[in-house]
């Protein structure tokens, strides 16, 4: 897949799998983000990975682990999309107390969410200056996967600002709805 950009690498590797029990693959790309997108995709889908950078070249080699190769079912993935700073609509005061709460609530969960998307102006909660800081960084510490979306980053001027998760993109939060047994919005 050298070459190609993203999310051309990820999309061919998906539609490579489709429909297979691939064990063991080789991908290789030549750029950092192509790299880190098939290596969180192909973790997405129960493969261990490592990749060996040689030069301007990223080799991906994945693994499919048995625990995965022999569950068979789906195994209960439900995901967070926070789109906005509130929870619920009407009084701004009040929403940020409720998502305080949802927060704070999400860490007593038996069944935790894998993953928490933070998109639009949600964005606004991951950064330096926002009071959600350490609830997330709890949240992150209980191994729930906190994304945030790049482009509405660079929208309210924040890349710079991101305290918690890490940047994604388009591409992965759309997998991540579609791969989500159930989405909670907040």
Same mark, same amino acid.
């Given at each position: 897949? /050298? ?38 995709? =192909?973790?997405? !889908? ?17 693994? =499919? ?11 209960? !993935? ?17 929403? /940020?107390?409720?998502? !305080? ?10 069944? !935790? ?45 924040? /890349? ?27």
């Amino acid at each position: 897949m /050298k070459g190609k950009t993203c999310p051309m690498p990820v999309v061919e590797t998906k539609k490579f799998l489709e429909g297979k029990e691939v064990a063991e693959i080789e991908i290789v790309v030549d750029d950092p983000t192509a790299s880190e997108n098939v290596r969180r995709f =192909l973790g997405s !889908r129960g493969y261990s990975t490592t990749v060996a950078q040689e030069g301007t070249v990223y080799r991906i080699e994945a693994c =499919l682990e048995e625990s995965a190769a022999a569950a068979g079912t789906e195994r209960k !993935r439900p995901l967070v999309f926070i789109d906005g700073e509130t929870m619920g609509r009407g009084s701004d005061e009040l929403g /940020k107390i409720l998502m !305080r709460s949802f927060l704070n609530t999400l860490k007593e969960l038996e069944d !935790r969410p894998w993953r928490m998307i933070f998109l639009n102006s949600g964005v606004r909660l991951v950064v330096l200056d926002s009071e959600y800081i350490g609830i997330l960084k709890e949240i992150e510490d209980l191994g729930i996967e906190i994304i945030v979306c790049g482009t509405c980053l660079d929208y309210f001027h924040l /890349k710079e600002k991101i305290a918690v998760g890490r940047i994604s993109n388009m591409y992965e939060i759309l997998t991540s709805m579609n791969e989500a047994t159930n989405v909670i919005r907040p």
